[in-house]
C-alpha cells in the first residue's frame, strides 16, 4: 500500500525551478524524519535530501547542496524539495521517502534501507 504521493514533477527548462511536494495517504509522517530520492533511467535510487521529524536538521547530498533546499510543514503533513538551477543532469523519476524509525535524533544515513515508506515517484525532466 503506498502511503506516501508526491507532486509537482513536470518539464522545466535548465536553469529553471520547480517544487515538488510529499502528501502521506491514511497516516501521519508527523514523527518521522523525511527524504528526497531520485533515480535515473539505468541508474540506482540515489539521495537527494532529507529533514528530522522536528524541521532542526537537513542534509543534502553534494551533488545538488545549495540548489535544492528540503522542507516540512506539519500542520499540513508535507514535505517540499524546491529545486532551483536545474541541470539536465537532474532529470529523474524523485521519490519521497519516510524513516523507518519514529523520532529519530538527527537525521538517517542517505541510504534507502533506512526509509520504510515510499511513493510510487514523480518525473522531473530538465531540458538543456
Known amino acids: 500500500q503506498v502511503r506516501l504521493v508526491e507532486s509537482g514533477g513536470g518539464l522545466v527548462q535548465a536553469g529553471g525551478s520547480l517544487t515538488l511536494s510529499c502528501k502521506p495517504s491514511?497516516?501521519?509522517?508527523?514523527?518521522?524524519?523525511m527524504a528526497w530520492f531520485r533515480q535515473a533511467p539505468g541508474k540506482e535510487r540515489d539521495f537527494v535530501a532529507s529533514?528530522?521529524?522536528?524541521?532542526?536538521?537537513?542534509s543534502y547530498a553534494d551533488s545538488v547542496k545549495g540548489r535544492f533546499i528540503i522542507s516540512r510543514d506539519n500542520t499540513k503533513d508535507l514535505v517540499y524539495l524546491h529545486m532551483n538551477s536545474l541541470k539536465p543532469g537532474d532529470t529523474a523519476v524523485y521519490y519521497c521517502?519516510?524513516?523507518?524509525?519514529?523520532?529519530?535524533?538527527?537525521?538517517?544515513?542517505?541510504?534507502?534501507?533506512?526509509?520504510?515508506?515510499w511513493g510510487q515517484g514523480t518525473q522531473v525532466t530538465v531540458s538543456s
Open positions: 491514511g497516516r501521519t509522517f508527523r514523527s518521522y524524519a
Open positions: 521517502a519516510a524513516d523507518s524509525r519514529v523520532l529519530r535524533p538527527g537525521v538517517p544515513r542517505p541510504d534507502t534501507s533506512e526509509y520504510g515508506d
Open positions: 529533514i528530522t521529524w522536528n524541521d532542526l536538521t537537513t
